[in-house]
């Protein structure tokens, strides 16, 4: 147990830490903040600020505000820190670096004024987002105009909640000030991150005031960019465990695999960083990348998601150890979902899959299956239905792609008669298709294709709907058994 009365890490307590534990280079006092990130939790913090961190000591001007919109539990975790915490890596050689590019942390909720105030101010250049697919307010590709936080926002443009309309709000400000833009990235897991971002900001935007959706269009930039590395959540045992190595106590210590690639489309409006002295990926064409990353990665990922949690299996790595599962997702990465994409220049996609398979099997890292499964009505549609639609469009089988999703069926069915809660935006209608099913295929699946914020693009295909109804068929009671059986058998015959 951390004792209750044990040293905090923070400025004050970092020359004391033990050697091994890495930490600045740089006098964090000289760096100044030129970054606002909405959404400071564990991916943002293993990810783009230890990036940021390493380029702190010769770009001293671009620390990190981290706002979270709507929890103070970051803030008040890191704040009295000073916002620093520590990075685990994971993996055979573990290792441990305090991280000090958070130079502020704020909670919208609680203090709107001091983040509007930091978007206004014009030493901040650059707005960056990990909001996770639902924080985009998206239907489709479109801003969803029904959405309560949208709704809430346009009706008090000035007060928002959201991190659509506070980027707004900034900009706004900025242009009556006179004032440079800021260029907004997106570092979410969607495909053309940056134009959703853009076309929901702009279409807001036009809403509040067409002048201003105007100067957006043509002075904001919306670089796209793809992220990459597998971030467990954090658990008591990182904590503890963290302790012990510093000698101190971090409130809030995140984690990772070893691996972290980020490129970024080099598109920027108001300088930035010099991201390639820190390993970033700058690339003109993204679309590339973000495909591979979302189908050969997220997509198998949601997969062990449903069909290990059906199989009453709890991690990745666990996962990767039943011979049924681990077969069936490197079939599906290699035969259906790696024909499905465009081959990038110097793209080898066997070496890919070779080396994401290798990250699954990473027996440091306890990456819960329960922590994938959330979203999945957000999940899916970016990570698997993409592939469903262009193998339609080709003539190829899609048996294969069918099965995850038919798992998620089963899954929101399981988790609806057990009366546990799902993590996701649309957990109440959810819920109430969970209580209605009944485990005949054909009715089951049509209530889900009811769905058009997942299934619009196949819904009336009925190609899909006879493979989903198969899929879900052939997982029949979804016991451990029956799921092994299905995947066993998944491929074998045409649909
Ligand atoms: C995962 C991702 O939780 C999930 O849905 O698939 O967070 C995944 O670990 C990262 O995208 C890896 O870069």
Redesign the pocket.
């Known amino acids: 147990m951390i004792s209750a009365d044990a040293l905090r890490l923070s400025d004050a307590t970092l020359p004391s830490l033990p050697g091994a534990v890495a930490r600045p280079a740089y006098d964090r006092g000289k760096t100044g903040i030129g970054i606002v990130h909405i959404g400071v939790g564990a ?1 943002h913090r293993a990810h783009q600020a230890v990036y940021i961190d390493s380029l702190l000591g010769d770009e001293p001007d671009w620390a990190i505000c981290g706002v979270s919109l709507h929890s103070s539990e970051v803030r008040d975790a890191l704040r009295p820190q000073d916002g620093l915490y520590t990075l685990a890596l994971l993996g055979e050689q573990p290792s441990q670096r305090v991280i000090g590019s958070i130079r502020e942390l704020l909670c919208a909720r609680d203090e709107p004024a001091a983040v509007l105030a930091r978007l206004a101010d014009p030493a901040v250049r650059l707005v960056t987002l990990t909001i996770t697919e639902k924080g985009y307010c998206l239907a489709g590709d479109e801003l969803d105009f029904t959405h309560p936080e949208i709704i809430h926002d346009l009706a008090s443009p000035d007060a928002p909640k959201g991190a659509i309309g506070y980027i707004v709000a900034g900009l706004r400000q900025r242009r009556r000030a006179g004032t440079a833009p800021y260029t907004a990235l997106s570092c979410d ?1 969607l495909a053309d991150n940056g134009g959703k971002l853009r076309r929901a900001v702009l279409q807001y935007a036009m809403r509040v005031d067409a002048e201003l959706a105007a100067w957006i269009e043509s002075h904001v930039a919306f670089p796209r960019s793809m ?5 467990p959540a954090t658990d008591h045992v990182l904590r503890e465990r963290v302790a012990a190595q510093l000698g101190c106590a971090d409130a809030w210590p995140v984690q990772r695999e070893p691996y972290a690639q980020w490129v970024v489309e080099d598109n920027f409006c108001n300088g930035r960083p010099a991201f390639e002295r820190a390993c970033v990926t700058m690339s003109d064409d993204i679309a590339g990348y973000d495909r591979a ?1 979302l189908r050969l ?2 997509a198998p ?2 997969a062990l ?1 449903y069909l290990g949690s059906l199989m009453g299996i709890e991690t990745v790595a666990e996962a990767m150890r039943k011979p049924a599962l681990a077969g069936f997702v490197e079939r599906l990465m290699r035969e259906d979902i790696a024909a499905t994409l465009d081959v990038l220049q110097g793209f080898d996609p066997d070496a890919y899959v070779d080396a994401i398979l290798v990250r699954f099997r990473n027996p440091d890292i306890r ?1 819960l299956l329960a ?2 499964a ?2 999945g009505s957000q ?1 899916l549609p970016v990570r698997i239905l993409g592939t469903i639609v262009d193998a339609l469009a080709a003539g190829r089988r899609i048996e294969r792609p069918c099965l995850p999703v038919a798992a998620w069926m089963h899954y929101v069915r399981r988790q609806a008669s057990n009366g546990v809660a799902l993590v996701d935006p649309l957990d109440e209608t959810l819920r109430e298709i969970g209580r209605a099913m009944t485990g005949n295929a054909h009715d089951d699946v049509a209530a889900f294709l009811e769905l058009d914020a997942v299934f619009a693009s196949v819904s009336t295909n009925p190609r899909f709907v006879a493979a989903l109804s198969g899929a879900y068929s052939a997982l029949g009671d979804a016991t451990p058994a029956a799921v092994v059986h299905a995947l066993g058998n998944s491929g074998d015959s045409a649909i």
Do not use: E, G, P
């Open positions: 991916f897991n992220v990459d590395s597998i971030t990353k990665l997220n990922h949601s998601a990456h922590q994938i959330w979203d999940k």
